[in-house]
């Protein structure tokens, strides 16, 4: 560990850290040269209380996807001009060859932090990739710096305002990833479904009601909703507070490509525990197919909350149960990082679900 001015801690990281990697592996008889896992860069930026937990994440991640680490926060207590710096490597063996990969924890007075990307540039391995994800806590001043030079930028909405999102996506033309979006895969996919041999009956959509999580956290539903009219054209015009004495917490207005008013309605279900994100638990869309009434839902199981009943009621008629399948939170970062092409989906939705968020309606 070592805590001081920029230039001389980085300095001493850099330094011990090329003796390290020069220096055989001599934990055998026969010493070997160690080979270093360079998949990537990944820059986990937070809070200081998220620290612990952005370690226990980037642990995990290295199974899969070793290389360097850099986890980075800003810390009050220190000199605002200094910066505090925590380094190891590992090794482990595949075979007869150790692997090895490193960790650098950066800890920025105030001042100091708006270095950070410069900070980053020094420290990364050059050659491969840079990702970088804003925890939920990551100050600002660090996400606005790191954004615009990384390769692919990942959050999740889940935890973090899609206002603030939206805000970050909009100074860096890096690909961007969202586990949010990853989780509700599964949602999305079979709402499209619905149209897969109809296209005609999404541009007849004329009321959408979502149902979700009661709770403190960002509203999954906003999301869904900039993914939907990103997709099908949709402007957002209005969005006001719940109807006394109607089922809709929240109901908005949007217009179609064609200029015809589709109705929004949230729905607020039970509450999420405390510390949990909220999440979907059923969407309905009225619309139509040949001129005669069709409405479509997706929706959780009551006993059964991981399957949904998926059912078309009207000018046609289907019932099916999904499981939507359960993903640990390792395999949804792995899947936010593997791929690296743009993702305009996601893009234009964040932007979209912004737009929808910006109406007001009062919190949710």
């Not at 642990?59 to 380094?87: F, M, N, S």
């Not at 989780?183 to 149902?211: G, Q, Y």
């Not at 001129?291 to 019932?319: F, I």
Request: charged content about 25%; hydrophobic content about 45%; aromatic content about 6%.
């Amino acid at each position: 560990m070592s805590a001081g001015p920029i230039a001389e801690v980085i300095k001493r990281v850099e330094s011990e850290l090329a003796a390290f990697w020069a220096s055989p592996d001599d934990s055998r008889d026969k010493p070997a040269v160690k080979t270093r896992a360079s998949t990537m860069n990944f820059v986990a930026v937070g809070s200081r209380a998220e620290v612990e937990r952005l370690k226990e994440q980037a642990q995990a991640l290295a199974e899969t996807h070793a290389g360097r680490t850099l986890l980075i926060t800003i810390d009050d207590r220190l000199d605002p001009l200094c910066v505090q710096a925590d380094w190891s490597a590992m090794c482990r063996r595949d075979g007869e060859v150790p692997i090895c990969y490193d960790s650098v924890e950066l800890s920025f007075g105030v001042a100091a932090a708006e270095r950070v990307a410069s900070v980053v540039s020094a420290l990364t391995i050059s050659d491969v990739t840079v990702i970088v994800e804003l925890a939920p806590g990551a100050p600002n001043v660090l996400g606005d710096a790191l954004a615009p030079v990384c390769d692919r930028l990942v959050f999740d909405s889940a935890e973090t305002c899609i206002e603030r999102l939206a805000a970050v996506a909009r100074e860096t033309k890096a690909p961007l990833a969202d586990r949010a979006f990853v989780r509700t895969f599964s949602f999305r996919e079979l709402v499209a479904r619905f149209f897969d041999d109809m296209p005609e009956a999404c541009r007849s959509i004329r009321r959408v009601e979502i149902a979700r999580s009661a709770g403190s956290k960002p509203d999954p539903a906003a999301l869904f909703l900039g993914w939907m009219g990103s997709r099908l054209g949709w402007t957002f015009e209005a969005r006001g507070p719940a109807q006394a004495g109607g089922p809709a917490a929240v109901v908005g207005r949007a217009r179609a490509a064609d200029g015809a008013p589709i109705e929004i309605a949230l729905v607020d279900g039970p509450p999420a525990d405390e510390q949990a994100a909220r999440r979907i638990d059923g969407v309905r869309l009225e619309t139509s197919l040949g001129g005669k009434p069709l409405a479509l839902g997706c929706v959780r199981l009551e006993k059964a909350p991981a399957t949904v009943r998926w059912t078309m009621e009207g000018a046609r008629s289907a019932e099916h149960l999904h499981p939507l399948g359960y993903r640990d939170e390792t395999w949804v970062l792995t899947k936010t990082i593997d791929s690296l092409e743009g993702d305009r989906l996601l893009r234009d939705a964040v932007l979209a679900a912004a737009s929808w968020s910006a109406l007001g309606g009062g919190p949710r």
